[in-house]
């Protein structure tokens, strides 16, 4: 079926019987056997206060544990199959990096110091690096993915809106679960959750999971595993009720992730070596050595007091460190025409202090104080054997933030609510940056003097401070009991910075400190309860106006790669979003999204180190990981037996074509669906699960990233010369292929 056919068949079927909020939702207990069963009342958190997802004038999708599992979801990336106008992948050439975009807004660069446009909470602790923030999920209540700035109630770096991760809350009762799963590749996953209460107001708790999976390929020259995973997380807490008003929880968790660097799978045949690129897309060669160390850990203190019936007041502090050692081969030729050996570290602490005032009448306001202190530092090698040149880069970048925010919903009857709120945030930033060009080949662990550079391409300080208030404001009146309209604005940045990886020697203006970039969004959207309770119907339209938008460029030159970060382009963005669920029968729900953006540069001006003069390539342009379309359909069947109860499930989700870059390239994605299905056996006493899950089931090869150092071309696209470091270096990173997996779990 071609792709438009498939696109107006899919959006026919959904605005004509089925649309809404991911319900793989539950239904309520019956209290007569001819009564129906209504679809499950959804709770959120999206305005840090507990509420239906239904009353909440904001785009938000709601994932709980049972969701998770029934679907068989591993980490979270899988949640872009489901969620519309939203990119949640591994990055290139990693194993636990996300990118992440919502609406055409994201982080192309995962580099340290870069900021993300999606913000990412574990516990509503922010998680400001991506790296380690491929999230497993296991011992969890839900995920929230909201989508839009939030910037009022979540601060910078939300421009394009926030992953709320939950996880499983300690009530004191004794549980314990185990679960094994094995699969296909050498899959074989154990997880380990349990909790207890040591006293009638203590409660402790933890979970631990070790996630092994042999390669989906191999590095040819080598033999070792390409695209395993060798992964270790757990997680501790404990809760402390000092009072009927008090409590104090207590978290801790750590990952450790041993998988092998991921090897790119060659576009162009080599100009080192004249090898064609292999058969398997998961096949690659390396000229470094296959290790790779991603290590992530937290820590959170929260404490609740209700200070009176109308008064809550929150103090949640948090610490947050991580860890990468890694190698990347760009060539993936074995010649070693492009080796990268890097390693990032990162730390950080936030303090935030939390009101959250309730009048049941008309009014209820939340509002506090935020402070961040970070520290992200990084350093890495360009190794260019074929030139014998080794450039090293690194720094650090020091960040303080400072924010107090406040947000009130006032309402006016029964019918009509007004939300206005602000956020004025302060963030101050020192940047030490250095790269050097050495001659030699040189490695970040080997010992010894690599002598004096031949180039001090930088060397530098800088600091920049930046203030920003972040309103918004949204109004909503309800139709009826089942039916609310609403209207919003909101405003977002995501925080300026340094070019970590800067060349002054290229370009003398690469040292200068980079603006934020501002978003301002409208959105108009509908809550709804149709046939009597048996459909959920949302659905909005968004347009922003984004402004100073942060643009990375790099270009290929002799000895390197030129960067720099410039507010360069001024861009629209506008769409919508569909969401439902219909509950067929008692036992049958069908659930659909459909999203739709519509993303332009509206002009893109920066300096081209290559040509030496300022250019506009808006033209040409394109905005990255952000599909014109995206679109799923699902169903959920139970079958009542005298052995349990069965589940099965189905999904069928759609991306339209996505470009990698900016710029156009090789790499673009074309578009493609991926199905997958599910079937659940569950015992009558709820102690025995067993799921049979089946991913891409057509095997579906899709492109997800890759890097683009492609050689000069003439105008039929015939290579005129070598490219960096003598090779043409297009290589592109694949999703998962189909994958069967049984998993097994018990519940004490």
Excluded at 95 to 111: C, E, F, H, K, W
Excluded at 159 to 164: C, M
Excluded at 406 to 428: C, E, I, S, V, W
Aim: hydrophobic letters at 35%.
């Amino acid at each position: 079926m071609s792709q438009p056919i498939f696109r107006r068949s899919l959006l026919a079927a959904t605005i004509a019987s089925v649309m809404a909020v991911p319900a793989y939702a539950q239904q309520e207990e019956q209290t007569n056997e001819n009564e129906f069963k209504g679809l499950e009342r959804i709770q959120v958190t999206a305005r840090r206060k507990s509420e239906s997802i239904q009353d909440v004038p904001v785009s938000v999708s709601s994932f709980s544990a049972d969701d998770l599992e029934e679907i068989g979801v591993e980490d979270i990336t899988e949640l872009q199959q489901r969620v519309p106008n939203t990119t949640m992948q591994v990055s290139r050439g990693t194993n636990s990096t996300l990118t992440a975009y919502i609406r055409g807004v994201g982080q192309q660069d995962p580099l340290w110091g870069f900021e993300p446009g999606v913000g990412v909470y574990i516990d509503d602790v922010y998680v400001a690096r991506p790296q380690g923030a491929v999230l497993e999920v296991f011992d969890i209540e839900r995920i929230e993915v909201l989508r839009g700035p939030q910037g009022t109630l979540y601060g910078k770096n939300t421009i394009g809106g926030a992953l709320k991760y939950v996880t499983k809350e300690l009530t004191g009762y004794n549980e314990l679960n185990l679960q094994g799963t094995v699969g296909t590749f050498g899959q074989r996953d154990i997880k380990i959750s349990g909790q207890t209460a040591l006293s009638d107001n203590f409660f402790v708790g933890g979970a631990i999971a070790s996630l092994q999976r042999d390669g989906y390929g191999e590095f040819v020259n080598t033999g070792d595993e390409n695209y395993n995973k060798d992964v270790m997380t757990g997680r501790l807490s404990a809760k402390w009720i000092v009072t009927d008003d008090l409590s104090v929880k207590l978290s801790y968790d750590k990952t450790k992730d041993e998988s092998n660097p991921k090897g790119g799978y060659r576009l162009t045949s080599s100009q080192l070596t004249g090898e064609e690129p292999y058969d398997d897309v998961y096949d690659s060669n390396i000229a470094m050595p296959v290790e790779n160390l991603v290590e992530t850990e937290g820590w959170s203190a929260v404490v609740d007091w209700n200070v009176n019936e109308n008064l809550t007041l929150k103090s949640i502090t948090a610490g947050r460190e991580g860890y990468t050692d890694t190698n990347i081969d760009f060539d993936s030729t074995g010649a070693g025409a492009l080796l990268v050996p890097a390693i990032y570290q990162d730390e950080q602490f936030t303090q935030e202090i939390q009101a959250l005032y309730t009048n049941n009448d008309n009014f209820d306001f939340v509002g506090g104080l935020y402070f961040y202190d970070g520290e992200a530092c990084g350093d890495f090698g360009t190794v260019l054997p074929q030139l014998g040149l080794t450039l090293d880069t690194g720094g650090c970048v020091d960040t303080e933030s400072q924010a107090l925010y406040g947000q009130g919903t006032y309402r006016f009857n029964d019918a009509l609510t007004l939300t206005l709120g602000g956020r004025y945030t302060k963030d101050d930033k020192a940047a030490d940056v250095y790269r050097y060009t050495y001659l030699g080949i040189h490695f970040l662990n080997q010992p010894g003097d690599w002598g004096t550079p031949l180039i001090v391409n930088s060397d530098f300080s800088t600091e920049a401070d930046w203030s920003r208030f972040s309103p918004h404001a949204s109004l909503s009146y309800r139709l009826n009991d089942d039916m609310m309209l609403y209207g919003s604005y909101s405003n977002g940045f995501k925080s300026g910075g340094v070019d970590m990886r800067a060349d002054v020697s290229l370009n003398p203006d690469a040292q200068n400190p980079y603006d934020p970039e501002i978003v301002d969004t409208f959105e108009f959207g509908m809550k709804s309860d149709l046939l009597d309770g048996r459909m959920r119907l949302n659905a909005a339209v968004f347009y922003s106006d984004y402004q100073d938008m942060q643009v990375t460029v790099q270009r290929a030159v002799t000895a390197g790669v030129a960067s720099q970060v410039l507010n360069a382009a001024e861009a629209t963005v506008s769409g919508f979003e569909i969401e439902t669920v219909l509950a067929v029968t008692d036992t049958l729900n069908v659930n659909a999204a459909i999203g739709h953006v519509n993303a332009e540069f509206d002009s893109v001006i920066f300096f081209d180190p290559v040509a030496q003069e300022n250019t506009d390539v808006s033209d040409i342009w394109s905005f990255a990981n952000t599909p014109e379309w995206s679109a799923n359909v699902g169903f959920s069947q139970s079958f009542d037996s005298s052995i349990g109860q069965l589940v099965w499930n189905g999904n069928l989700a759609y991306r339209s074509e996505t470009q990698i870059f900016e710029v156009p390239s090789m790499l673009d994605m074309g578009g493609y669906s991926l199905a997958n299905t599910s079937l659940n056996w569950l015992s009558d006493d709820g102690k025995w699960n067993v799921g049979l899950h089946v991913k891409n089931i057509g095997d579906k090869i899709y492109r997800l990233a890759g890097y683009n150092f492609a050689a000069p071309r003439d105008a039929d696209g015939n290579r005129t010369g070598p490219g960096l470091g003598g090779e043409d270096t297009i290589i592109g990173y694949y999703g998962d292929p189909r994958t069967i997996s049984l998993s097994v779990g018990y519940k004490f």
